[in-house]
């Protein structure tokens, strides 16, 4: 009897000790998977998901790398991350300056995907989110330095909505125009097309993850004259409010300024009569004469 | 070892009929291999995709359910192709067998059985002890763990779809991990990968648990006690609760889960022990002039 309820208290330590052994090494491997995983989630800031793809830490979930996506897209822009890249493994992206989105207008990525990887929600192209582009280079960018390159502006699908080109005086000629292309944030879908088609060695323009790309304000931030333009009208009374002087640092006379201590407009230069001189220690496009 | 494994069963039936199933079993991993192919290949598209989803001439979806699996515990439920797929294979791998996936569908098969091909040809012996039943606490922490990450776990590493991806889209590294498995069965585990770890044969055995078709020992009574069954079983610990169980009262179907249905011991048997038969056909005692139940 005694050697009985042994026997089994022996085997009841076995099979604890044998389920330890299997919880801790298999709970070993699942540590090691763990935090690859959270790795895997950190998608390289060049690497551009097909357009309707969930946020990185969802479409890592849902995506069951079948590359449905990829047989698809008539363009061979997708690929399937091999192993060395650095893209989670079996998991479909694309690298703008290769080969960018075309925005097929029926968008047959997401329709292949069989699972919510790609949200099938999305059907105007127009409206994806692969990505910003950001000019990120100001010093090498050719329009930057006072040259018309703009194919940026060109082959942008969303010409005119999503890159727009801003003059602005080029002050190093001081007679000239540069014609900056912006991004507008709001209309760029990531296709990559402006990243892939500018013509330097290095991109000047590139497409981030929105989160790189975008600066936030505070949620208390108000735009004064937006607020203006929602209400219909200034939201204080101005007849109440005060004007107060400026004050131009000593001897600097800029032309055509109110000083409301004296109540006099200094001349325009070029203005017969105009005494207005250099202005010392002006910002340049204010000073000298021309 | 002075003979190989299956000689007997080569002398009395022939070569072709002691390696029917293997070459059955073989040309079915190929060709579907090659239906895979033939699309990124030559250009027709018969079917597209790999083995986690597969749309087969726009008809059929063909979802891996381990895989969908985890991608549900990680929060995401399929589109409609793809629960759609997931039903056809569970429905199908409960009829047949689940792990029927991994010896006519799964290219790692290849892989291990030719390290196991080659451990018995230069006369490996000793291999690392590892439970059985490792799989399946790798297969929980799978779940468990796409749950816990939100991320579709075993896709990270898994050599099934690494090689079968790889063949189709672009192998890039994934042969090393291959080769991995190959040396690792090879040397330090026999049977190590398919029998001991790999998570999606451990589904599939699950998903086939109450599969009606599995191998009988219809003929058990005719037994020689050669052991090239066992010699050459992936999975010996099913084979003999049916070869042996006479005295037991236990029927001669192969019950265990375990069993991947290859047929190696069909083919492998001089007696003709074995046969592919249907889980109900199970009577206790088949010695003849015992019979009960239906007999065949």
Request: net charge positive.
């Amino acid at each position: 009897m005694e050697s009985n309820s042994n026997k089994k208290t022996l085997a009841r330590r076995q099979f604890i000790f044998d389920s330890a052994r299997m919880a801790c090494g298999v709970g070993m491997l699942g540590l090691g998977l763990g935090l690859y995983a959270k790795q895997s989630k950190a998608l390289p800031a060049l690497a551009l998901r097909p357009p309707g793809a969930l946020p990185e830490d969802d479409f890592l979930g849902a995506c069951i790398r079948c590359g449905l996506c990829v047989r698809d897209c008539p363009y061979n822009t997708l690929s399937l991350a091999r192993p060395e890249e650095p893209v989670a493994t079996g998991t479909p992206f694309f690298t703008a300056r290769n080969i960018p989105c075309e925005m097929c207008d029926d968008i047959p990525c997401i329709k292949a995907c069989p699972t919510r990887a790609l949200d099938h929600g999305l059907t105007d192209i127009n409206r994806a989110k692969m990505g910003i582009a950001v000019l990120i280079d100001h010093e090498t960018c050719l329009n930057f330095l006072g040259l018309r390159c703009d194919v940026c502006y060109r082959v942008c699908p969303v010409i005119d909505k999503a890159i727009t080109l801003d003059m602005v005086p080029n002050q190093r000629t001081g007679r000239h125009a540069m014609f900056l292309p912006t991004v507008h944030s709001e209309h760029c879908t990531g296709c990559g097309k402006c990243e892939k088609s500018c013509v330097l060695e290095e991109a000047a323009i590139r497409v981030l993850p929105p989160k790189l790309a975008k600066g936030e304000l505070g949620s208390h931030y108000r735009v004064g004259w937006e607020e203006q333009k929602k209400a219909g009208g200034s939201l204080i009374d101005e007849s109440k409010m005060l004007d107060l002087p400026d004050r131009l640092p000593e001897g600097a006379v800029v032309p055509g300024h109110y000083d409301p201590a004296s109540g006099m407009t200094a001349t325009a230069r070029g203005v017969p009569g105009s005494e207005a001189g250099a202005i010392p220690s002006a910002p340049p496009g204010l000073g000298g004469k021309p | 070892m002075s003979k190989r494994i299956g000689a007997d069963a080569v002398a009395t039936k022939g070569w072709w009929s002691a390696h029917r199933w293997l070459l059955l079993r073989r040309f079915s991993q190929l060709s579907i291999l090659a239906l895979f192919l033939l699309g990124p290949l030559a250009g027709i598209w018969l079917v597209k995709g790999n083995l986690n989803f597969s749309y087969t001439l726009d008809i059929l979806p063909l979802t891996d359910p381990y895989v969908a699996l985890q991608s549900l515990a990680a929060g995401h439920v399929p589109e409609m192709l793809g629960s759609l797929g997931v039903l056809i294979v569970l429905l199908f791998y409960f009829l047949v067998g689940g792990r029927v996936y991994c010896s006519w569908v799964c290219p790692v098969n290849m892989v291990t059985d030719a390290a196991g091909w080659l451990r018995d040809r230069l006369g490996i012996k000793g291999s690392v002890h590892l439970s059985r039943q490792t799989r399946y606490w790798i297969l929980g922490m799978t779940v468990g763990g796409s749950a816990l990450s939100g991320v579709v776990l075993w896709e990270l590493i898994n050599p099934v779809s690494m090689l079968h991806r790889g063949l189709i889209f672009g192998l890039g590294t994934a042969w090393t991990v291959v080769l991995a498995v190959f040396l690792f069965d090879l040397f330090v585990m026999s049977r190590g990968w398919c029998g001991r770890l790999c998570p999606v044969g451990a589904f599939y055995g699950l998903l086939g648990r109450w599969s009606p078709l599995r191998v009988r020992a219809g003929q058990r009574q005719a037994c020689n006690d050669c052991m090239d069954c066992f010699e050459v079983c992936p999975e010996p610990q099913v084979i003999r609760p049916a070869l042996k169980g006479e005295d037991k009262g236990v029927g001669p179907v192969i019950l265990a889960p375990d069993c991947t249905n290859c047929g190696r011991c069909i083919d492998v048997c001089a007696k003709d022990v074995f046969a592919f038969g249907l889980r109900g056909n199970n009577p206790a005692s088949t010695l003849p002039g015992q019979r009960q139940g239906a007999g065949e």
